[in-house]
């Protein structure tokens, strides 16, 4: 599809484990010294949507 072709890693759209994992890992110790981050669990895909909006 036209997304998911877009998307650098793999070309899928990330599953609902993905971003549990991400969430558990920032809910969990070995985060401890996050801090006031966006983290984008979509495979790439935010930050070459930016670079094509840009070229």
Do not use: C, W
């Amino acid at each position: 599809d036209e997304i998911t072709s877009k998307i650098p890693l793999e070309n899928r759209m990330t599953t609902a484990e993905e971003i549990a994992n991400m969430t558990a890992f920032l809910m969990s110790s070995k985060s401890s010294h996050t801090t006031g981050q966006i983290i984008h669990v979509d495979g790439g895909y935010v930050h070459l949507d930016r670079a094509l909006a840009n070229a």
